[in-house]
């Protein structure tokens, strides 16, 4: 099973970014999937989840009226990122298919990860 995360990039405060990950070796359609980001010396933070029918799930409050999710039926997740703050710079990370029953802000709780893809937003 892999996902493969990709758009990330530099940008200006303000501006806009897509990100994408697609997954291959089995299908998600009926599973949660999500975005997380990692800053230098921070832990991993919980960004976005969509549900099973691809509507959004949750989002941080960080990025909430800023950020959207959206998963589709071919088991791709993707993230628009608009209004890109400094504070936005990390790794992002897309996961998929959460533990029954447990928090999806948790990363322990999550099955399937990408391998990250790098946002830096400059001030």
């Known amino acids: 099973v892999q996902l493969q995360a990709s758009g990330g990039g530099l940008v200006q405060a303000g501006d806009s970014l897509s990100l994408s990950c697609a997954t291959s070796g089995r299908t998600f359609t009926d599973d949660v999937m999500g975005w997380f980001r990692q800053a230098p010396g921070k832990e991993r933070e919980f960004v976005a989840a969509?549900?099973?029918?691809?509507?959004?799930t949750d989002y941080a409050t960080s990025v909430k009226g800023r950020f959207t999710i959206f998963k589709d039926n071919k088991n791709t997740v993707y993230l628009q990122m608009n209004s890109l703050k400094p504070e936005d710079t990390a790794v992002y990370y897309c996961?998929?298919?959460?533990?029954?029953?447990?928090?999806?802000?948790?990363?322990?709780?999550?099955?399937?990860w990408g391998q990250g893809t790098q946002v830096t937003v400059s001030s």
């Open positions: 969509a549900g099973w029918n691809g509507e959004p």
């Open positions: 996961a998929a298919e959460i533990k029954a029953g447990l928090s999806i802000r948790n990363p322990q709780n999550w099955n399937y």
